[in-house]
């Protein structure tokens, strides 16, 4: 973030605990223990973090706003996918989210579904707010044509996944049940995935079952792509394909529809809640389901038609303005219940 400067309404703090396997346990050194004294020192209101972590501030009063962003811990399809020591990860994450949820005066959550795993999981309803995160309006722009879809490899109509790789987002299903379509469908269009291989052993995985069924020239696997080439193709998708097992306010998703990409999402929660009546939905733990709700749709051009105009009215219920309105009231409020709570 090296375009944000200091001003004379703003001071940056710039922590450098640089990059590798223990950054996390520097940043949280750093949070917990270098932190109070920053707070201390500016005479700060209020601490607000969107990370889902509260440090312990030892020694301080500052009242906190803790935004939880992450869903995966407490997704049981997602746990079910997962490797022995990414478990042991999730669980810590798990009740680091929890412990900062119950030690904050307020909680964002970005979600329904979110406020009801908080709830689950004890925090009282009445600390939580619900504030979904924006869409940009860029992605509905008019994408210039360019030469991108010759150049990765996109010979004719293709459907479209794009997500960060990680084992709960799906892809092997996905393709699995692309593979499971009609030879004439799969003559007819080929499926684009889009994201970085955050998770290498899982993108080694891909490659490997890409390979296996004999779809190299018709699965595109891309390791990440610049905004201006994912809204061209948001744009150009038949069918934008959306099989993640947990998100929280699913960014991509909302992307592609504010784009008008025609959507076929997963049925699990909060898909439905973001989407609504502008996409159509499929078992994301059932291949067989997958497959027939692309074959359905990609035989049904009238109703990919449909699903395109609905895409973005829908998505635009969704507004940074929105968003940040949320935040800046729960700002004022989680302050002002700090001083009553001083006061008494």
């Known amino acids: 973030m090296f375009e944000y400067k200091s001003t004379d309404r703003r001071l940056v703090i710039d922590v ?12 949280m050194w750093w949070e917990n223990f270098i932190m109070p004294k920053v ?18 501030l030892n020694g301080t009063a500052v009242p906190s706003i803790v935004g939880v962003s992450n869903l995966a811990p407490f997704s ?23 412990s900062s949820a119950r030690r904050a005066t307020s909680v964002l959550a970005l979600s329904e579904t979110c406020r009801g795993v908080l709830i689950e999981q004890g925090i ?21 044509p360019t030469d991108l879809l010759r150049r990765i490899g996109v010979v004719r109509p293709f459907l479209l996944y794009v997500s960060h790789i990680h084992l709960y987002k799906n892809h092997a299903r996905l393709i699995e049940a692309y593979a499971q379509l009609p030879s004439s469908l799969r003559a007819a269009h080929q499926l684009v995935l889009v994201g970085k291989p955050y998770s290498k052993s899982c993108y080694e995985k891909i490659q490997i079952l890409i390979s296996r069924l004999k779809l190299s020239t018709d699965v595109i696997l891309l390791p990440g792509e610049g905004s201006d080439n994912l809204r ?15 998100e929280n306010s699913p960014n991509i998703l909302l992307e592609a529809m504010m784009a008008g990409a025609p959507v076929a999402a997963s049925n699990l929660l909060p898909m439905p809640e973001f989407c609504g009546d502008a996409a159509e939905y499929f078992d994301p733990l059932d291949v067989p389901s997958m497959a027939n709700k692309m074959e359905s749709l990609l035989g049904d051009p009238k109703r990919l038609s449909e699903l395109g105009e609905q895409s973005c009215p829908q998505a635009s219920k969704f507004t940074w303005d929105e968003f940040f309105l949320s935040v800046k009231k729960q700002i004022s409020m989680t302050i002002d219940i700090d001083n009553r709570g001083n006061r008494s």
């Open 76 to 98: 049981h399809e997602a746990w079910l996918q997962e490797s022995f020591p990414i478990r042991l990860k999730m669980l810590v994450l798990r009740k680091t989210i929890i």
């Open 232 to 246: 061209e193709l948001y744009q150009n998708t038949k069918l934008f394909m959306f099989p993640s097992l947990i």
């Open 39 to 56: 707070i201390q020192g500016h005479a700060v209101d209020i601490y607000l973090t969107f990370s889902h972590y509260l440090p312990h």
């Open 16 to 27: 450098p605990i640089g990059m590798g396997k223990l950054k996390a346990i520097r940043r």
């Open 124 to 144: 009282p309803n009445e600390k939580i707010v619900v504030t979904p995160n924006g869409v940009d309006t860029y992605w509905k722009q008019s994408a210039p």
